[in-house]
Protein backbone atom coordinates (compact mmCIF):
# COMPACT_ATOMS: atom_id res chain seq x y z
CA UNK A 1 0.00 0.00 0.00
CA UNK A 2 3.20 2.09 0.69
CA UNK A 3 4.41 1.87 -2.05
CA UNK A 4 1.52 2.68 -4.35
CA UNK A 5 1.66 6.39 -2.51
CA UNK A 6 5.05 7.07 -3.79
CA UNK A 7 5.52 9.72 -6.49
CA UNK A 8 7.87 8.40 -9.24
CA UNK A 9 10.49 11.04 -9.83
CA UNK A 10 11.80 12.05 -13.53
CA UNK A 11 15.95 10.80 -14.25
CA UNK A 12 18.30 14.17 -13.90
CA UNK A 13 19.82 13.65 -17.01
CA UNK A 14 23.80 12.98 -15.76
CA UNK A 15 24.90 14.89 -18.90
CA UNK A 16 24.60 18.58 -17.46
CA UNK A 17 25.79 17.72 -14.16
CA UNK A 18 29.42 19.46 -13.93
CA UNK A 19 31.33 16.59 -12.08
CA UNK A 20 33.85 18.92 -10.58
CA UNK A 21 30.73 20.13 -8.11
CA UNK A 22 31.52 16.24 -6.76
CA UNK A 23 35.44 16.93 -5.74
CA UNK A 24 36.93 17.85 -2.83
CA UNK A 25 38.26 20.96 -3.47
CA UNK A 26 42.29 18.84 -2.23
CA UNK A 27 41.52 16.35 -4.47
CA UNK A 28 43.07 18.47 -7.23
CA UNK A 29 45.99 19.79 -5.05
CA UNK A 30 46.65 16.34 -4.31
CA UNK A 31 46.95 14.77 -7.80
CA UNK A 32 49.12 17.84 -8.50
CA UNK A 33 51.53 17.48 -5.63
CA UNK A 34 52.09 13.89 -6.87
CA UNK A 35 52.35 14.86 -10.56
CA UNK A 36 54.74 17.96 -8.93
CA UNK A 37 56.48 15.10 -7.00
CA UNK A 38 56.69 12.38 -9.54
CA UNK A 39 58.20 15.23 -12.37
CA UNK A 40 61.15 16.32 -9.61
CA UNK A 41 62.01 12.35 -8.73
CA UNK A 42 61.94 11.71 -12.54
CA UNK A 43 64.31 14.98 -12.70
CA UNK A 44 66.41 14.05 -10.13
CA UNK A 45 67.25 10.65 -11.28
CA UNK A 46 67.84 11.21 -14.76
CA UNK A 47 70.06 14.33 -14.12
CA UNK A 48 72.63 12.02 -12.73
CA UNK A 49 73.26 10.36 -15.68
CA UNK A 50 76.21 12.33 -16.87
CA UNK A 51 77.83 11.64 -13.53
CA UNK A 52 77.20 8.20 -13.52
CA UNK A 53 78.42 7.56 -16.57
CA UNK A 54 81.42 9.15 -15.72
CA UNK A 55 82.43 8.09 -12.67
CA UNK A 56 83.30 4.45 -13.46
CA UNK A 57 86.27 6.43 -15.80
CA UNK A 58 86.77 8.91 -12.83
CA UNK A 59 86.42 6.88 -9.97
CA UNK A 60 89.07 3.93 -11.54
CA UNK A 61 91.53 6.95 -12.17
CA UNK A 62 91.17 8.71 -8.69
CA UNK A 63 90.62 5.74 -6.81
CA UNK A 64 92.18 2.74 -8.01
CA UNK A 65 95.09 3.61 -10.47
CA UNK A 66 97.13 6.35 -7.87
CA UNK A 67 97.12 3.26 -5.47
CA UNK A 68 98.67 1.44 -7.81
CA UNK A 69 100.78 3.44 -9.50
CA UNK A 70 100.62 7.32 -8.68
CA UNK A 71 103.82 8.54 -10.51
CA UNK A 72 102.25 8.78 -14.75
CA UNK A 73 99.41 6.74 -15.30
CA UNK A 74 96.38 8.96 -13.58
CA UNK A 75 97.57 11.56 -15.75
CA UNK A 76 97.60 9.85 -18.62
CA UNK A 77 94.66 8.60 -18.09
CA UNK A 78 93.34 11.68 -17.27
CA UNK A 79 94.24 13.08 -20.49
CA UNK A 80 92.46 9.92 -22.51
CA UNK A 81 89.39 10.98 -20.43
CA UNK A 82 89.63 14.37 -21.67
CA UNK A 83 90.16 13.33 -24.93
CA UNK A 84 87.39 10.97 -25.03
CA UNK A 85 84.99 13.65 -24.05
CA UNK A 86 86.06 15.87 -25.86
CA UNK A 87 85.85 18.98 -23.40
CA UNK A 88 82.33 18.65 -22.61
CA UNK A 89 82.07 16.19 -20.55
CA UNK A 90 82.85 18.64 -17.29
CA UNK A 91 80.05 20.90 -18.09
CA UNK A 92 77.01 18.23 -18.82
CA UNK A 93 78.48 16.84 -15.22
CA UNK A 94 78.01 19.84 -13.33
CA UNK A 95 74.83 21.08 -15.48
CA UNK A 96 73.66 17.43 -14.05
CA UNK A 97 74.64 17.81 -10.73
CA UNK A 98 72.81 21.38 -10.19
CA UNK A 99 69.73 19.91 -11.72
CA UNK A 100 70.35 17.04 -9.02
CA UNK A 101 70.65 19.13 -6.16
CA UNK A 102 67.86 21.62 -6.80
CA UNK A 103 65.69 18.92 -7.43
CA UNK A 104 66.35 17.44 -4.74
CA UNK A 105 65.95 20.78 -2.84
CA UNK A 106 62.37 21.05 -4.21
CA UNK A 107 61.24 17.49 -3.06
CA UNK A 108 62.62 18.76 0.55
CA UNK A 109 60.75 21.73 0.63
CA UNK A 110 56.97 19.80 -0.74
CA UNK A 111 58.12 17.26 1.96
CA UNK A 112 58.12 19.62 4.73
CA UNK A 113 55.05 21.80 3.60
CA UNK A 114 53.08 18.26 3.23
CA UNK A 115 54.50 16.20 6.19
CA UNK A 116 51.27 16.10 9.24
CA UNK A 117 52.46 17.12 12.93
CA UNK A 118 54.95 14.20 14.13
CA UNK A 119 52.94 11.91 16.74
CA UNK A 120 54.85 9.74 19.05
CA UNK A 121 53.84 6.06 18.51
CA UNK A 122 55.79 2.50 18.79
CA UNK A 123 56.90 1.52 15.47
CA UNK A 124 54.61 -1.66 13.84
CA UNK A 125 56.12 -4.76 13.24
CA UNK A 126 56.08 -3.86 9.40
CA UNK A 127 57.88 -0.80 9.92
CA UNK A 128 60.98 -2.52 12.31
CA UNK A 129 61.24 -5.30 9.29
CA UNK A 130 61.51 -2.78 6.45
CA UNK A 131 64.85 -3.19 4.08
CA UNK A 132 63.92 0.10 2.05
CA UNK A 133 66.97 2.34 1.96
CA UNK A 134 65.34 5.30 2.99
CA UNK A 135 65.02 3.31 6.16
CA UNK A 136 68.03 1.26 6.96
CA UNK A 137 70.25 2.70 4.30
CA UNK A 138 72.02 0.08 2.01
CA UNK A 139 72.70 -2.81 5.45
CA UNK A 140 70.76 -1.33 8.57
CA UNK A 141 73.69 0.88 9.95
CA UNK A 142 76.49 -0.38 12.27
CA UNK A 143 74.31 -3.37 13.71
CA UNK A 144 73.19 -4.59 10.36
CA UNK A 145 76.71 -4.54 8.98
CA UNK A 146 78.22 -6.67 11.71
CA UNK A 147 75.74 -8.54 13.33
CA UNK A 148 72.94 -8.71 10.74
CA UNK A 149 70.31 -6.68 12.82
CA UNK A 150 68.35 -4.35 11.00
CA UNK A 151 67.45 -0.89 12.59
CA UNK A 152 65.44 2.21 11.23
CA UNK A 153 67.65 4.85 11.32
CA UNK A 154 66.38 8.41 12.08
CA UNK A 155 67.75 9.58 9.14
CA UNK A 156 67.91 8.58 5.50
CA UNK A 157 71.38 7.80 4.45
CA UNK A 158 71.04 9.12 1.16
CA UNK A 159 69.25 12.09 1.31
CA UNK A 160 71.85 12.80 4.37
CA UNK A 161 75.12 11.69 2.42
CA UNK A 162 73.84 14.12 -0.85
CA UNK A 163 73.96 17.20 1.58
CA UNK A 164 76.92 16.44 2.87
CA UNK A 165 78.36 15.91 -0.55
CA UNK A 166 77.04 19.16 -1.81
CA UNK A 167 79.50 21.71 -0.48
CA UNK A 168 82.28 19.23 -0.37
CA UNK A 169 81.52 18.99 -4.84
CA UNK A 170 81.41 23.09 -4.62
CA UNK A 171 84.92 23.00 -3.18
CA UNK A 172 86.69 20.61 -5.58
CA UNK A 173 85.03 22.19 -8.42
CA UNK A 174 86.28 25.50 -7.23
CA UNK A 175 89.65 24.33 -6.38
CA UNK A 176 90.05 21.98 -8.86
CA UNK A 177 88.46 23.53 -12.25
CA UNK A 178 87.40 27.74 -11.82
CA UNK A 179 90.23 28.51 -9.38
CA UNK A 180 92.83 27.21 -12.12
CA UNK A 181 90.00 28.27 -14.34
CA UNK A 182 90.97 32.16 -12.99
CA UNK A 183 94.57 31.69 -13.03
CA UNK A 184 95.06 30.45 -16.51
CA UNK A 185 96.61 27.35 -14.81
CA UNK A 186 95.72 23.70 -16.46
CA UNK A 187 96.16 21.36 -13.81
CA UNK A 188 96.32 17.25 -13.26
CA UNK A 189 97.30 15.18 -10.29
CA UNK A 190 100.46 16.69 -10.35
CA UNK A 191 98.14 19.81 -8.40
CA UNK A 192 96.93 17.54 -5.94
CA UNK A 193 100.40 15.30 -5.23
CA UNK A 194 101.66 19.27 -4.89
CA UNK A 195 98.86 20.22 -2.33
CA UNK A 196 99.58 16.94 -0.41
CA UNK A 197 102.90 16.79 -0.52
CA UNK A 198 104.98 17.88 3.13
CA UNK A 199 106.53 21.25 1.76
CA UNK A 200 102.98 22.88 2.13
CA UNK A 201 102.31 24.40 5.34
CA UNK A 202 99.38 21.93 7.99
CA UNK A 203 96.81 24.03 7.32
CA UNK A 204 96.67 23.73 2.99
CA UNK A 205 97.46 19.98 3.55
CA UNK A 206 94.44 19.41 5.72
CA UNK A 207 92.22 22.10 5.24
CA UNK A 208 92.29 22.02 1.28
CA UNK A 209 94.05 18.58 0.32
CA UNK A 210 93.21 15.51 2.45
CA UNK A 211 89.60 16.98 4.53
CA UNK A 212 87.79 17.67 1.16
CA UNK A 213 89.44 14.73 -0.43
CA UNK A 214 88.58 12.41 1.84
CA UNK A 215 85.38 13.54 2.53
CA UNK A 216 84.89 13.52 -1.40
CA UNK A 217 85.38 9.63 -1.52
CA UNK A 218 83.47 8.44 1.31
CA UNK A 219 80.57 10.46 0.98
CA UNK A 220 81.03 10.69 -3.13
CA UNK A 221 81.54 6.95 -3.15
CA UNK A 222 78.48 5.95 -0.79
CA UNK A 223 75.84 8.47 -2.70
CA UNK A 224 76.49 7.63 -6.07
CA UNK A 225 76.69 3.80 -5.78
CA UNK A 226 74.19 3.42 -2.86
CA UNK A 227 71.71 5.52 -5.08
CA UNK A 228 72.30 3.70 -8.10
CA UNK A 229 70.95 0.51 -6.13
CA UNK A 230 68.10 2.18 -4.74
CA UNK A 231 67.06 2.90 -8.32
CA UNK A 232 67.25 -0.29 -9.68
CA UNK A 233 65.12 -1.68 -6.46
CA UNK A 234 67.62 -3.97 -5.27
CA UNK A 235 66.20 -5.62 -1.86
CA UNK A 236 68.76 -8.49 -0.72
CA UNK A 237 70.09 -7.42 1.91
CA UNK A 238 72.89 -10.09 1.03
CA UNK A 239 73.40 -8.45 -2.37
CA UNK A 240 73.70 -4.98 -0.35
CA UNK A 241 76.12 -6.28 2.09
CA UNK A 242 78.20 -7.01 -0.86
CA UNK A 243 77.97 -3.97 -2.52
CA UNK A 244 78.59 -1.82 0.50
CA UNK A 245 81.83 -4.25 1.17
CA UNK A 246 83.17 -2.71 -2.27
CA UNK A 247 82.22 0.90 -1.27
CA UNK A 248 84.37 0.49 1.55
CA UNK A 249 87.39 -1.31 -0.15
CA UNK A 250 87.17 1.38 -2.90
CA UNK A 251 86.96 4.21 -0.24
CA UNK A 252 89.68 2.29 1.54
CA UNK A 253 91.90 2.42 -2.05
CA UNK A 254 91.38 6.04 -2.18
CA UNK A 255 92.77 7.19 0.45
CA UNK A 256 95.81 5.01 -0.01
CA UNK A 257 95.81 6.57 -3.12
CA UNK A 258 96.45 10.19 -1.08
CA UNK A 259 99.04 8.84 0.91
CA UNK A 260 100.82 7.50 -2.30
CA UNK A 261 100.34 10.58 -4.25
CA UNK A 262 101.27 13.03 -1.70
CA UNK A 263 104.98 10.90 -1.32
CA UNK A 264 105.15 12.16 -5.24
CA UNK A 265 107.72 15.20 -5.11
CA UNK A 266 106.78 17.66 -7.63
CA UNK A 267 109.33 20.15 -9.09
CA UNK A 268 109.10 24.00 -10.49
CA UNK A 269 105.78 24.33 -10.21
CA UNK A 270 105.00 26.70 -7.59
CA UNK A 271 104.55 29.67 -9.40
CA UNK A 272 101.79 27.77 -11.48
CA UNK A 273 100.17 26.47 -8.28
CA UNK A 274 100.58 29.35 -5.96
CA UNK A 275 98.17 31.43 -7.80
CA UNK A 276 95.24 29.16 -7.36
CA UNK A 277 95.48 29.82 -3.63
CA UNK A 278 95.93 33.11 -3.81
CA UNK A 279 92.71 33.68 -5.95
CA UNK A 280 91.41 32.75 -2.46
CA UNK A 281 94.36 34.70 -0.69
CA UNK A 282 95.09 31.29 0.90
CA UNK A 283 98.68 31.48 0.69
Not at 133 to 157: A, D, E, H, M, T
Not at 202 to 224: D, E, K, M, Q
Not at 230 to 239: N, T
Request: with cysteine.
Amino acid sequence: MAAKNLTPLKPIPTKHIDPDLAKDPKDDNIGLSIKVKWFLRWTQKWSLFPLVTYFPLHGINALILPALEPSSVPNDTLMMIRELTCGIGSSLIWTGISIHVLSGLALRILKKLQSPPKRQKAESFLETQSVAQSKIGLVGGLSGYFIGIKRNLQYNPQELTGWLLTPVLLFHGALMKWLPAAAKVDIDFDFIKWLLNKDRDLFSRVGFGYGPLIALIGLGSYHIIAGSVQYMHVRSLKARKRIMNFILLLICSGMFGLSRLSSEAVFGMDKYYKPILKTLSLS
